[in-house]
């Protein structure tokens, strides 16, 4: 039995993790009073029970409810009914931004601005991420990043580790990436920018690709690179670091830094990490 209870911060994508687990034939239900979880695990373990994949979505719409939360979490920990906690975070800039982009007001900013109705949120919200068994931020990720994210934790059974790590190339002259934990210049590496044929292309193309790497300077900065980052992961896990953003920068973040970033999470994507993948600048000119 698979019983998944999925909450998170309002804007943060709860509503397509749901989608994506429904997708998946996990049986769903949306906005179940907290107080309710308890009689509805009873009939899901119940011996005679078809249902062997369940997602509970709970959020701060049933705030009313909210206080009994953490009372039906325990009585099913009591009684030995396995579950886990999904819960979806995610910066108070972008959350900012997705409401501004719907235009959407907060469910707890009816008579206060956006910003502080996160900032409540984020402190009520604040005991259950402690519990949760998954957290996933999705400051840096589109649907389809969250859909292969669930799709990984959910489909594959991985044992994930409770680190989503983010690798994201970006351009100086466009600024620099503000959320970032660690930022690496890659500035010094062959340009493809001079050559014309390239010019136009991406780090996300082969061609590129061979040709920022094409060093003997590349390749030793990148294997020193991944030597460090293969060192700071596990300490960043054992510290108990939710979310790692690695920021690549070059010039205009279209073709070093892109380069260099896919490297990266393609490297750590096969050592089993939970990697998010994204190039802010790479259309821009």
């Not at 249902?51 to 009313?64: N, Q, T, W, Y």
């Not at 009684?79 to 906690?85: H, S």
């Not at 059974?157 to 210049?185: P, Q, Y």
């Not at 690179?225 to 054992?238: A, K, N, R, T």
């Amino acid at each position: 039995m698979k019983f998944v209870i999925v909450t998170g911060l309002s804007g943060s994508g709860k509503s397509e993790a749901m989608r994506v687990l429904e997708d998946m034939g996990f049986y769903c239900i949306d906005n179940l009073p907290p107080a309710l979880i308890t009689k509805f695990a009873e009939l899901c373990y119940h011996p005679n029970s078809s249902i062997d994949k369940v997602a509970l979505g709970i959020d701060i719409r049933g705030r009313e409810f909210f206080e009994k939360l953490h009372e039906s979490l325990n009585y099913l920990k009591k009684e030995n009914y396995k579950y886990e906690i999904l819960y979806l975070d995610c910066s108070d800039a972008v959350l900012l931004k997705r409401y501004k982009m719907t235009r959407r007001n907060h469910p707890l900013a009816k008579n206060m601005q956006i910003p502080e109705g996160i900032k409540k949120e984020r402190k009520i919200m604040e005991s259950l991420k402690d519990r949760a068994d998954c957290i996933i931020d999705t400051t840096n990720m589109k649907p389809k990043d969250l859909k292969e994210e669930i799709n990984r934790i959910y489909s594959n059974g991985e044992k994930n580790l409770n680190l989503t790590i983010s690798v994201v190339s970006f351009g100086f002259k466009h600024g620099i990436l503000a959320d970032a934990d660690l930022v690496f210049d890659v500035r010094f590496l062959p340009n493809p920018y001079y050559v014309e044929e390239l010019r136009d292309k991406t780090g996300d193309e082969q061609v590129v690709r061979d040709y920022v790497m094409n060093s003997k300077v590349s390749e030793e900065f990148y294997n020193k690179l991944l030597d460090m980052i293969h060192f700071l992961v596990p300490q960043y896990i054992e510290e108990g670091k939710q979310h790692l953003v690695i920021g690549i920068g070059c010039t205009g973040g279209r073709h070093r830094s892109v380069t260099i970033s896919n490297l990266i999470s393609e490297d750590l994507s096969n050592k089993g990490y939970r990697v998010v993948r994204k190039h802010r600048d790479s259309m821009l000119r």
